[in-house]
């Protein structure tokens, strides 16, 4: 056998990295070593300890007869494979104690092999294995093969590191289908007041899902707009494509183009690449804009071009992309009046209001409050590692009922968690929510005292004091009266001038 060493090592190489298919660059490979080696069979193999076994991951064949995938092996035999280092030939008659002990596992009875280490920085990751005849093979014939160790090492390195992907990316589609088939429980009946307090919502949610046209979702903070969003993103066709949730409130104003829109390579400083925004990545789904009031006005003019042509343009880019989305936007805010103040476009609300769903209030759906307290008693416990839910004591339901949650089922699930960490023994009485912050029982809402009807100002006059008790007089700001009250800071002020509400913020 004559040959010169580079070339063969140029033609191998060229063979074994001509396909990300290893299977078609092994094949090519092997019929390039049969015009030089008196080869059968060749095959990749690696030693799986997890498997307690040798594990094929390529082979090629002049026969038709298909290798067993998997060879298990004893502890002691797969131990000496791991410490092989040099390309060896191993003979059926070999009268070495490991090579005899070695030869039923992988049927090598009449054949030769030459098995040549595949390592990467002295950590073993393979073998590459040629079969003949026995007595074929010569040492000239492994001194040549052991010239090619590197690039099928790089080879099978790239296998196992695509194998792990491929086991991630199974993984991941799992997991996407374990919370699809969660959130998808959440729908329809199966929301927790489904059939009672937001019986007339869910109605609208079947009604508009099947479709692709914007929806607009409107309701106090903590009403539990996501979770309706999540229904109709998951009962619509496009249940399989991403469900992509934007915060406008959380981004800063100076981001929000490139975080929605995207940018190009250079487009500003530390743009050091280009950058698929929010709306690119949702295309074959549903785009999700919470807080929808406090996206500024500038982004504001490139969602309407969103809406109106299903295109976006990258900052720094000036191309159009199509965008193939639905848009869903909530707020607690009231975009109309926001319109008047000059605070929200009025051709976007206009565009954003075509199908409106209120979320009422908790208070408007006192119905629900013991099945979400159960609920959430179970799913918070399971969380905090509590393997027996606590009951509840009697009356605490009708207590919790009554009371008029103006943080509504967001205010809920965490007074549920907090009565689950301060529970030590005995029932979950509730007690911390039903004490004021002076010590005094907490007072039910306006028209709910048996004292007869109020008239309509003196009603929200009753109303506004009560939550700016709660809020010790804050006005603006998170937990402050207009965020509770879902109405803007400037309203609310206007309102209590009118009503004769004392401003100012009380102190302890």
Same mark, same amino acid.
Not at 160 to 171: F, G, N, P, S, T
């Given at each position: 056998?004559?040959?010169?060493?580079d070339?063969?090592?140029?033609?191998?190489?060229?063979?074994?990295?001509?396909?990300?298919?290893?299977?078609?660059?092994?094949?090519?490979?092997?019929?390039?070593?049969?015009?030089?080696?008196?080869?059968?069979?060749?095959?990749?193999?690696?030693?799986?300890?997890?498997?307690?076994?040798?594990?094929?991951?390529?082979?090629?064949?002049?026969?038709?007869?298909?290798?067993e995938?998997?060879?298990?092996?004893?502890?002691g035999? @797969?131990?000496?494979?791991?410490?092989?280092?040099?390309p060896?030939?191993?003979?059926?008659?070999d009268?070495?104690?490991?090579?005899?002990?070695?030869?039923?596992?992988?049927?090598?009875?009449?054949?030769?092999?030459?098995?040549?280490?595949?390592?990467?920085e002295?950590?073993?990751?393979?073998?590459?294995?040629l /079969?003949?005849?026995?007595?074929?093979?010569t040492?000239?014939?492994?001194?040549?093969?052991?010239?090619?160790?590197?690039?099928?090492?790089?080879?099978?390195?790239?296998?196992?590191?695509?194998?792990?992907?491929?086991?991630?990316?199974?993984?991941?589609?799992?997991?996407?289908?374990?919370?699809?088939?969660?959130?998808?429980?959440?729908?329809?009946?199966?929301?927790?007041?489904? $059939?009672?307090?937001?019986?007339?919502?869910?109605?609208?949610?079947?009604?508009?899902?099947p479709? $692709?046209?914007?929806?607009?979702?409107?309701?106090?903070?903590?009403?539990?707009?996501?979770?309706?969003?999540?229904?109709?993103?998951?009962?619509?066709?496009?249940?399989?494509?991403?469900?992509?949730?934007?915060?406008?409130?959380?981004?800063?104003?100076?981001?929000?183009?490139?975080?929605?829109?995207?940018?190009?390579?250079?487009?500003?400083?530390?743009?050091?690449?280009?950058?698929?925004?929010?709306?690119?990545?949702?295309?074959?789904?549903?785009?999700?804009?919470?807080?929808?009031?406090?996206?500024?006005?500038?982004?504001?003019?490139? @969602?309407?071009?969103?809406?109106?042509?299903?295109?976006?343009?990258?900052?720094?880019?000036?191309?159009?992309?199509?965008?193939?989305? /639905?848009?869903?936007?909530?707020?607690?805010?009231?975009?109309?009046?926001?319109?008047?103040?000059?605070q929200?476009?009025?051709?976007?609300?206009?565009?954003?209001?075509?199908?409106?769903?209120i979320?009422?209030p908790?208070?408007q759906?006192?119905?629900?409050?013991?099945?979400?307290?159960?609920?959430?008693?179970?799913?918070?416990?399971?969380?905090l590692?509590?393997?027996?839910?606590?009951?509840?004591?009697?009356?605490?339901?009708?207590?919790?009922?009554?009371?008029?949650w103006?943080?509504?089922?967001?205010?809920?699930?965490?007074?549920?968690?907090?009565? @689950?960490?301060?529970?030590?023994?005995?029932?979950?009485?509730?007690?911390?929510?039903?004490?004021?912050?002076?010590?005094?029982?907490?007072?039910?809402?306006?028209?709910?005292?048996?004292?007869?009807?109020?008239?309509?100002?003196?009603?929200?006059?009753?109303?506004?004091?009560?939550?700016?008790?709660?809020?010790?007089?804050?006005?603006?700001?998170?937990?402050?009266?207009?965020?509770?009250?879902?109405?803007?800071?400037?309203?609310?002020?206007?309102?209590?001038?009118?009503?004769?509400?004392?401003?100012?913020?009380?102190?302890?």
């Amino acid at each position: 056998m004559i040959v010169n060493k580079d070339e063969f090592f140029r033609e191998v190489t060229l063979r074994i990295c001509s396909s990300l298919q290893i299977s078609t660059a092994f094949g090519r490979t092997f019929e390039y070593l049969r015009k030089l080696f008196p080869v059968d069979h060749m095959f990749l193999d690696i030693a799986d300890m997890s498997l307690g076994a040798t594990r094929r991951i390529a082979f090629a064949t002049t026969g038709t007869e298909i290798p067993e995938e998997i060879s298990p092996l004893p502890q002691g035999l @797969l131990e000496w494979v791991r410490e092989l280092r040099a390309p060896f030939i191993l003979n059926a008659s070999d009268q070495n104690y490991q090579i005899q002990s070695f030869a039923p596992f992988i049927k090598l009875k009449g054949h030769s092999d030459i098995a040549v280490p595949l390592r990467i920085e002295e950590v073993l990751i393979g073998f590459l294995i040629l /079969r003949a005849k026995e007595g074929k093979f010569t040492p000239e014939h492994v001194e040549l093969l052991a010239t090619v160790a590197e690039p099928f090492t790089i080879a099978l390195a790239n296998v196992l590191a695509h194998e792990e992907v491929v086991i991630y990316r199974d993984r991941l589609i799992d997991d996407n289908h374990f919370l699809n088939r969660e959130i998808f429980a959440l729908m329809g009946d199966d929301i927790i007041g489904g $059939n009672s307090g937001l019986r007339n919502v869910m109605e609208m949610v079947r009604q508009v899902a099947p479709l $692709n046209n914007t929806v607009l979702l409107m309701g106090e903070t903590g009403t539990g707009k996501e979770v309706i969003a999540n229904a109709i993103h998951f009962a619509s066709p496009r249940k399989d494509g991403p469900f992509i949730k934007v915060n406008c409130g959380a981004i800063p104003e100076n981001l929000i183009d490139s975080e929605l829109f995207g940018h190009e390579k250079g487009a500003f400083t530390g743009a050091a690449g280009e950058k698929r925004g929010r709306f690119e990545r949702a295309t074959g789904g549903t785009v999700f804009l919470d807080e929808i009031g406090e996206l500024p006005l500038q982004a504001q003019v490139r @969602l309407l071009r969103v809406l109106q042509n299903r295109e976006i343009e990258r900052v720094g880019g000036d191309r159009p992309i199509s965008v193939d989305i /639905r848009v869903i936007a909530a707020t607690h805010r009231n975009l109309e009046s926001m319109v008047s103040e000059n605070q929200f476009r009025e051709d976007l609300w206009f565009r954003l209001n075509v199908f409106p769903i209120i979320v009422p209030p908790l208070r408007q759906r006192k119905e629900d409050v013991p099945a979400l307290i159960r609920y959430f008693v179970e799913l918070k416990s399971r969380e905090l590692g509590i393997a027996m839910p606590p009951a509840i004591a009697p009356g605490a339901l009708e207590r919790l009922t009554n009371y008029g949650w103006p943080g509504n089922v967001r205010e809920l699930e965490n007074l549920v968690e907090r009565e @689950l960490i301060r529970h030590q023994s005995g029932q979950l009485r509730f007690d911390s929510l039903l004490i004021s912050v002076k010590g005094e029982e907490a007072q039910p809402l306006a028209g709910e005292n048996g004292d007869g009807p109020l008239n309509l100002d003196a009603a929200m006059s009753l109303h506004i004091n009560k939550v700016l008790k709660m809020t010790r007089g804050k006005i603006h700001g998170p937990g402050g009266a207009a965020e509770l009250l879902g109405i803007n800071p400037n309203t609310l002020r206007g309102r209590m001038s009118k009503l004769g509400i004392m401003l100012g913020r009380k102190t302890r």
